[in-house]
């Protein structure tokens, strides 16, 4: 049997070893807390640390800051490291041990770390990048080439990635029409992202809120007429077939876009991936066009579209883009204290949040609070009671947090052998480099398998996104063995069959993913070593994600741009003066892209200067 997930709230390590000829399953439990302090993973959490806690947590109240920042993710970060820029005292409080929130490396197993929650960097906003000069603070990125794999159970395989050549030999062996058109394709999408830039960058024209002065209101309604205006203009530029295309995949269903541009299921079904990840929609939900162009509107080092895995310094894997974040943070003055949990904001009778109250009962005060928690976390869980517009609290409190997602953490001794081209590409090859796609040969298999969700019972067969970074990244794991990570879909948060909190259904799931892999890649359930699982409930319990939701919330039409988080309010201000949105469930949503961040910065020190006159 293999190493089981452990029990939520229980930081155990279970490993398997190999014993010469046979294999010998051994469960050893030590309390993470327990490594020695030497240890890599010692050293992980004292390198966020900006002090003694207890000289920190001294520092906090002995001051009036000018911001505080709840939750120390990568958007927290960003927003801290830009007003700090702008000479804001600013701090920055984190509940758990490590910054990060879902963009952490955490070495769970000793000789193997493992990005835990998110995998891959593509969406990280370039201007972030270069204005906070990530790569002085040594942001490194690792390109992947190909970036896709998907084997096929029949015996063929499809490999896609920046090379052109590569795309077009490796479509035509299923169609020569789909090799010709997906060019034309790319280049569409590409031309769709140049639309949307900068909507990203920029907070949504949003009406004013409250009570404001005659000059204020005009002011709003110049800067709002402004950005229409741009945004028209860019929309004319691309012209009416583009226009209307452009209407096209964001309204349809993933589905019918795809269905348009191609012919070969598993061409189709592997770009469909796009439309569905983190999502509990299937490839059929109109709307899901949109976020299959949201996850191609990033870049590395220029090259639209790719991702890549990030490393920095003997910090690997998506923690050391937060790593980047935080020390550009704290190179401004940003104070960032960690074991910091925020029980509740603290409000006058007036509404206005003038600080919060940590869960050891330490006041902190501050002039204007940025909560990076989801809105279902910020306004139901740390706002008090009766002091936010109805209207405003069932918006948040019946938004869609739904989600279909699970992570599993793998340390193994061997990479998998795929048998679709094992004898083409033996040992270490292209096939190992990129996304590969399993259980994803046709659109038709990633319907059924969301249909499974809908009737509330994880996929008999799952969708699953398999990456191994340690193959570009020898740092993360021993010689010889290896790092892979499993984005599962689709696993309600409450299945109708069972319950997440029960150690033998978990197991039963986690075989049932690796017995899925074994179809593709013969013997890989015997190569693991052992594994993190991470279901809806513990991405919610771990890492704050509301029901697991990794985008802070869904990423529908309904619930994007001036609907974000809800309608009136998407300019990351809300109905408390002082306080404000700097998380994925802000405009303009999810994945490791810092633009709420970024932009709810910019609102803030509006807000300041607006005071300061």
């Known amino acids: 049997?293999?190493?089981?997930?452990?029990?939520?709230?229980?930081?155990?390590?279970?490993?398997?070893f190999s014993l010469q000829n046979f294999r010998l399953s051994l469960i050893y439990f030590l309390?993470?807390?327990?490594?020695?302090?030497?240890?890599?993973?010692?050293?992980?959490?004292?390198?966020?640390?900006?002090?003694?806690?207890?000289?920190?947590?001294?520092?906090?109240?002995?001051?009036?800051?000018?911001?505080?920042?709840?939750?120390?993710?990568?958007?927290?970060?960003?927003?801290?490291?830009?007003?700090?820029?702008?000479?804001l005292s600013v701090a920055v409080l984190e509940r758990r041990h490590i910054?990060?929130?879902?963009?952490?490396?955490?070495?769970?197993?000793?000789?193997?770390?493992?990005?835990?929650?998110?995998?891959?960097?593509?969406?990280?906003?370039?201007?972030?990048?270069?204005?906070?000069?990530?790569?002085?603070?040594?942001?490194?990125?690792?390109?992947?080439?190909?970036s896709s794999f998907t084997p096929c159970l029949d015996g063929r395989y499809l490999l896609l990635g920046p090379d052109k050549e590569l795309n077009h030999s490796e479509i035509s062996k299923f169609s020569k029409r789909d090799a010709d058109a997906y060019p034309r394709y790319e280049s569409q999408l590409e031309r769709f992202c140049k639309l949307m830039d900068p909507l990203l960058d920029s907070p949504p024209p949003e009406t004013l809120q409250g009570i404001s002065s005659l000059q204020d209101r005009f002011k709003n309604k110049v800067h709002n007429s402004a950005y229409w205006t741009r945004l028209l203009c860019q929309a004319a530029s691309l012209g009416q077939k583009d226009m209307v295309d452009f209407m096209d995949l964001l309204l349809s269903p993933a589905s019918k876009v795809l269905n348009n541009w191609f012919e070969t299921d598993v061409l189709k079904a592997t770009l469909a991936t796009d439309a569905v990840i983190g999502s509990t929609a299937s490839v059929c939900t109109p709307g899901s066009g949109y976020v299959l162009l949201h996850h191609v509107m990033g870049e590395t080092d220029g090259d639209r579209g790719i991702w890549s895995y990030v490393y920095y310094c003997w910090i690997c894997g998506m923690g050391s883009v937060s790593m980047a974040i935080g020390n550009a943070a704290k190179e401004a003055g940003a104070h960032i204290v960690t074991s910091a949990e925020v029980s509740q904001l603290i409000v006058e009778d007036s509404g206005k949040?003038?600080?919060?109250?940590?869960?050891?009962?330490?006041?902190?005060?501050?002039?204007?609070?940025?909560?990076?928690?989801?809105?279902?976390?910020?306004?139901?869980?740390?706002?008090?009671?009766?002091?936010?517009?109805?209207?405003?609290?069932?918006?948040i409190k019946y938004s869609d947090y739904s989600s279909g997602t699970t992570k599993i953490n793998l340390a193994v001794d061997k990479l998998p052998e795929f048998h679709c081209c094992k004898s083409i590409y033996p040992g270490s090859g292209p096939q190992h480099t990129g996304t590969i796609h399993i259980g994803s040969e046709s659109m038709e298999e990633i319907n059924s398998a969301s249909q499974d969700a809908v009737n509330g019972l994880p996929s008999r067969r799952p969708v699953i996104e398999m990456?191994?970074?340690?193959?570009?990244?020898?740092?993360?794991?021993?010689?010889?063995?290896?790092?892979?990570?499993?984005?599962?879909?689709?696993?309600p948060y409450k299945p109708l069959d069972g319950g997440w909190d029960d150690p033998a259904y978990r197991e039963s799931f986690a075989q049932r993913c690796f017995t899925l892999i074994d179809e593709y890649a013969p013997e890989f359930s015997s190569s693991i070593i052992g594994y993190d699982m991470l279901t809806p409930p513990d991405l919610e319990r771990e890492i704050g994600l509301t029901g697991g939701n990794i985008f802070h919330g869904a990423m529908g039409l309904d619930s994007l741009f001036l609907m974000r988080p809800v309608k009136g309010?998407?300019?990351?201000?809300?109905?408390?003066?002082?306080?404000?949105?700097?998380?994925s469930g802000a405009h303009p949503g999810g994945?490791?892209?810092?633009?709420?961040?970024?932009?709810?910065?910019?609102?803030?020190?509006?807000?300041?200067?607006?005071k300061s006159k």
């Open 99 to 146: 910054i990060g929130g879902a963009a952490v490396t955490e070495e769970l197993i000793p000789g193997f770390k493992f990005s835990r929650c998110s995998y891959l960097q593509s969406l990280l906003r370039p201007s972030i990048i270069r204005e906070l000069e990530l790569a002085r603070h040594g942001l490194k990125l690792l390109k992947r080439n190909p």
């Open 569 to 583: 309010w998407s300019n990351y201000r809300t109905p408390l003066p002082g306080l404000y949105l700097c998380g």
């Open 591 to 610: 994945g490791v892209m810092g633009a709420p961040g970024r932009n709810a910065a910019q609102l803030v020190l509006q807000d300041f200067k607006k």
């Open 353 to 395: 949040v003038n600080g919060v109250l940590l869960a050891d009962g330490t006041l902190v005060h501050s002039s204007s609070v940025l909560s990076n928690a989801t809105p279902y976390k910020t306004f139901m869980e740390l706002v008090p009671d009766n002091v936010l517009p109805d209207d405003f609290s069932y918006a």
């Open 467 to 491: 990456t191994i970074p340690s193959v570009l990244d020898k740092t993360i794991s021993p010689p010889g063995k290896h790092v892979i990570n499993l984005f599962i879909q689709y696993t």
């Open 31 to 87: 309390p993470i807390n327990k490594l020695k302090a030497s240890s890599p993973r010692a050293m992980w959490r004292r390198s966020f640390s900006t002090g003694s806690h207890v000289s920190s947590m001294h520092m906090l109240k002995e001051k009036k800051w000018d911001a505080l920042v709840i939750g120390g993710g990568h958007n927290g970060l960003t927003a801290a490291a830009y007003l700090a820029r702008s000479g």
């Open 1 to 16: 049997m293999f190493g089981k997930k452990l029990q939520p709230n229980q930081h155990l390590l279970h490993y398997r």
